[in-house]
């Protein structure tokens, strides 16, 4: 819908209603990236109600497929059809998958749920990258980046405690429930104050593209996640999901070059900018994930710190994050350059996981939580401005397939990083558990490489102590390869091409700099 206002009025009402309609998304963003961590705090409870324990993981990995595989089409949905549908069908979607898990009576329903759930989440980052990039030019798009990384912030802070209170006091089916007000909340703000063009293409969806993209992420997702686990990196279960994931990624990129409409353009891709932070975008994804799954381990199993606390855990991290996106932002609004951040960020986050690989039993709180702010100002510089230079890379008409496609690189990123750094952090400790206890090293770490706190208290003192430096050892060969990861963001980043920002001085509306068809944005009205 085109802006009709008089510029008298537009200045004094179009903030006001931005900043409710950021707001709602803020909201919509919290909801997206709190669920798992308070479902996660919540299972055990859930476990002991409605028991199917070996169904235990598909709670979460049926929740993560979804979202993977939906990412993409919803953020071609929505260049297609009009974004604030798209987003808030998303979110309705969402929520009803929200009540029905809440109403799950046995672990197959849950799991089916959470399935439907997930299949929602897809949309909801997506949604609020995508919008954010309708109503607000990227010159001016920093300012909100610390809002963003304060939500991201909170989200990991908060969720296990909110989670653990909300278990105790009104039982685990609340942990899904408690998305319904909010997620209303949300609807309603979008509904009433979000005013987007509305579209409606003549094409059709590329419904094979997008089975062809969803069967790669699906076999991709399922060896990182039952790989080293359920069966061996060498199995036969695990060659064919790679077989039929290769397979089907290779088939998708070539039906992308033939389809009318397809999910995933590659021409986007010619963008040097964007190629390069959809490459960060994943490494960093990498890393994040990584270090937030082994630092409370080690802090717990070393350190002797509370389980009860562990979001609290990693509090040095996410607050230089948070400080660090606040001051990126505030400095890409106000002179127009963002280079230095990737670059800066890049070597940061090599030298933060290279500290945070020296840890060992010895380490105190103090240094290791200096250690996790060195890699926390890392990604402070990395985490928005990956996703603000993709979408300056791209026409406004491709908006939500770069938000979608940086999305989905960050996700498969952090599903690498859980599975590869986790079945290093486990071997390595079921190794030094054999040198240094023997044959009661072995039977201990058999099931599990990593024990929870009650466990760890049943063990003999000299086992105990042979856990610890095992666990010290493994973390340092996890972090150390995350160090070695973070090198090619490095790389990447000496390379970004400083294209002006749109809306950042006297550019041409069709043209960047680095050869990248650029349309001028819409006057989207948020009122």
Sequence with gaps: ????????TEPEKQPRSVRVVLLALMITMMLAMLDNMIVGTAMPTIVGELGGLEHLSWVVTGYTLATAASTPIWGKIGDMYGRKGAFMTSIVIFLIGSALSGMAQNMGELIGFRAIQGLGAGGLM???MAIIG????????GKYQGMMAGVMALAMIGGPLVGGTITDNWGWRWSFYINLPLGVVALTAIS??????????????DYLGAGLLTLGITSI???TTWGGSEYAWTSARIMELVAIGVASLIGFVFWQTRAAEPIVPLHIF??????LMSLIGFITGFVMFGATLFLPLYQQSVQGASATNSGLLLLPMLGAMLVTSMVAGRVTTNSGKYKVFPVVGSVLMVIGLYLLSTMDTGTSRLTSGVFMAVVGLGMGCLMQITMLVAQNSVEMKDMGVASSSTTLFRTLGSSFGVAIMGALFNNRVQDVMSERAGALGSKITEQSAQLDAASLAKLPVAAREAYQHAVSSGTHTAFLLGAVVAIAALVSAVFVKEVPLKGAGPQKPDEATDGTAVAPPPMAEAV
């Design 270 to 275: 010619r963008s040097r900018n964007f190629t």
């Design 221 to 223: 997702v399922l060896v």
């Design 134 to 141: 309708d109503l607000i030019p990227p010159r001016e798009r």
């Design 126 to 128: 997506v949604g609020v």
């Design 1 to 8: 819908m085109a802006d009709t206002k008089t510029p008298e």
């Design 192 to 205: 009433v104050v979000l005013h987007l063009p509305k579209k409606r293409s003549q094409a059709r969806i």
